[in-house]
C-alpha cells in the first residue's frame, strides 16, 4: 500500500460533478489504423513499467489518512482500451470535440484511473491515441513520462509478453485505519530528521528561509488582490477543447530577434489571445491584466519515471491592454524575470508541503470547499510541457503531433497547455461548454500574435 501524496491527493478531493480533475495527451499518428490485438499487445507489454496502471483508490474511512494505491483484483486490460471512430471526413473541429466530450466525463473511482481511447477516421488516413489520466497519478511532466512509456522509441520495436502479474492481498477498511494512524504517528519523526537536517546545515537552511519568506510576500500580494472579469464563472459539466499549430524554431526566432525566454513568448501570443477574446466581448482592456495561475515543474531534473505531482506555482499578469506586441513581450519578460528573484515558486512548493502537516480530514474538507467557492484572484492557468524531442511510434506508425488537455475548475473557465514534440508547439485551449463559447476568438488571436512578432523580429 502506497499512500498518496498532499498534493495528490488534493486533486481528489477537489474533484466534483463539475471540476473534473482528468488531464490528457491526444497524440496523431500516421496510418493505417491497427488493429485491436496490435495497440492491446504494445500497452500490456509496457503495463509493468508503470504500477498505477493497475491500481486503484482506496479511501481511509472517516477520512483518518490520505488516500493509498493497492492492487485492482479485478484489473481488465479491455475496459480501458477503447476504440471510436470520426464520422467522414474525420476534421480537426470533430476530433476537437469528441475530446471535449470524453473530458466531460469523470473516470471510475472503483478502477484504475486511466483510459486510452484509439480514434480512426481521422482526415488524411491518419488515427490517434487520448491518453487520459487522472491528474491525481501524474502532473504534466510525468504524464508526458506516462505516454512515453507505452509508446516506442523504434519504428520496428517489438513486443516480448509480458512478466505475469498477481495483484497483492486486499487491505481490509480495518487494516486501512489502522495503517492510516500508524503513519500519521510516527510523521513527526519526518519533521524531526527535516529540522536535524537544517541544523546541521545553518547557513544554507537561513538562505533557504529569507527565499521563503521573501516569495511567501510576492505570493500572498497577487494571491489577495481580485478583479472582476468575465472569465470568472462557475463552470458547468462540459468541456470545448481547441489548439493552435505552431513550430519551436518560430517562437525561437522571436526570442533570438526580440528577447526574453520561449517561454515568456508562449505567454505573450497567449495575452494576445485574451486581449482578442475580451475586446469581442465588448470589454474594456486599456490597462487590463489578466492573472494566470502559472503551474512549474519543481521535479528534480534527473527523477524520470515517478508518478505523482512534483508542481508549485507562481502568479502571471498577462498585460491585455499592451496593444503592441513588441512591448507586451519585454513587459512579461521583466515581470517573470522578477517573480523568479522572488522565489515565489519556492514559496508555494513550501506552501504545499506544509499542508500535510494538517489532519487529513481538514485537508479534505478544505479542499471540497474550496472547490465550490467562487473567485476572482486568478482568470485562467497557463502550463507549459516540454515533450520528447524524438519521434516515438504507435504499433509501427510514427506520432506525427500532440496536443495537451488542461482541467478547469472553479470558476476559471478557460485554461492554456503548451506542449512540444519534436520541434512542434502546440497550445491547446479547454473552456466550459455552456460559459465559454467562444475560445475560437482566443485561439485565432493567438495565432496574429504569433504572426505579428514574427512580423516584428
Not at 96 to 111: A, C, E, F, H, Y
Not at 274 to 285: A, D, H, M, N, W
Not at 317 to 340: A, F, R, T, W, Y
Request: charge should be negative; include cysteine; charged fraction near 20%.
Amino acid at each position: 500500500m502506497e499512500r498518496l501524496s498532499t498534493q495528490d491527493a488534493s486533486f481528489l478531493y477537489v474533484e466534483n460533478e463539475f471540476n473534473h480533475m482528468s488531464i490528457a495527451a491526444l497524440a496523431i499518428f500516421e496510418g493505417p489504423p491497427p488493429k485491436q490485438d496490435e495497440i492491446e499487445s504494445m500497452v500490456s507489454s509496457k503495463l509493468h513499467l508503470v504500477p498505477r496502471y493497475r491500481q486503484r483508490i482506496r479511501f481511509i474511512p472517516l477520512d483518518l489518512g490520505r488516500p493509498i494505491w493497492c492492487d485492482d483484483p479485478h484489473f481488465s486490460l479491455h475496459y480501458h482500451v477503447r476504440h471510436s471512430g470520426l464520422p467522414a471526413p474525420g476534421s480537426a473541429e470533430q476530433l476537437q470535440m469528441m475530446v471535449g466530450r470524453v473530458m466531460s466525463q469523470q473516470l471510475d473511482r472503483t478502477k484504475p484511473l486511466w483510459e486510452l481511447w484509439v480514434v480512426e477516421g481521422l482526415e488524411d488516413g491518419n488515427w490517434a491515441i487520448l491518453m487520459k489520466v487522472h491528474h491525481c497519478v501524474a502532473d504534466g511532466v510525468a504524464a508526458t513520462d506516462l505516454l512515453s512509456a507505452l509508446l516506442d522509441e523504434k519504428r520496428s520495436q517489438k513486443h516480448p509478453p509480458p512478466p505475469e502479474w498477481e495483484p497483492e492481498k486486499q487491505p481490509s477498511p480495518r487494516q486501512l485505519v489502522s495503517k492510516a494512524v500508524f503513519d500519521r504517528l510516527t510523521s513527526p519523526r519526518e519533521g524531526l530528521e527535516a529540522l536535524q537536517s537544517a541544523l546541521q546545515a545553518p547557513r544554507r537552511t537561513a538562505r533557504k528561509a529569507g527565499d521563503f519568506f521573501d516569495g511567501l510576500g510576492s505570493y500572498r500580494r497577487y494571491a489577495g488582490h481580485e478583479s472582476e472579469s468575465s472569465l470568472n464563472v462557475p463552470i458547468g459539466p462540459h468541456r470545448s477543447w481547441r489548439w493552435v499549430s505552431s513550430s519551436l524554431a518560430d517562437v525561437k526566432e522571436i526570442r533570438n530577434a526580440l528577447g526574453g525566454t520561449v517561454n515568456d513568448v508562449v505567454l505573450a501570443v497567449i495575452t494576445r489571445g485574451f486581449r482578442s477574446l475580451l475586446q469581442s466581448r465588448g470589454e474594456p482592456v486599456d490597462g487590463l491584466v489578466v492573472r494566470s495561475l502559472v503551474p512549474v515543474s519543481v521535479r528534480p531534473s534527473d527523477e524520470h519515471y515517478v508518478y505523482n505531482n512534483r508542481v508549485s506555482a507562481m502568479f502571471a499578469e498577462l498585460p491585455v491592454g499592451i496593444e503592441d506586441p513588441v512591448m507586451c513581450l519585454h513587459s512579461i519578460s521583466q515581470q517573470m524575470n522578477e517573480l523568479k528573484e522572488h522565489h515565489q515558486a519556492m514559496a508555494g512548493e513550501t506552501l504545499v508541503t506544509l499542508s500535510g502537516l494538517a489532519p487529513p480530514v481538514l485537508l479534505a474538507l478544505g479542499a471540497r470547499l474550496f472547490a465550490g467557492l467562487e473567485q476572482h484572484a486568478v482568470q485562467t492557468i497557463t502550463t507549459n510541457v516540454p515533450g520528447p524531442k524524438k519521434a516515438l511510434y504507435a504499433a509501427g506508425r510514427r506520432m506525427c503531433s500532440a496536443y495537451l488537455y488542461v482541467p478547469l475548475a472553479g470558476s476559471v473557465q478557460i485554461g492554456v497547455a503548451i506542449f512540444s514534440y519534436a520541434g512542434q508547439l502546440t497550445l491547446t485551449v479547454t473552456g466550459d461548454y455552456d460559459h465559454a463559447p467562444d475560445t475560437d476568438v482566443l485561439c485565432q488571436g493567438i495565432e496574429q500574435g504569433i504572426a505579428d512578432l514574427l512580423a516584428a523580429g
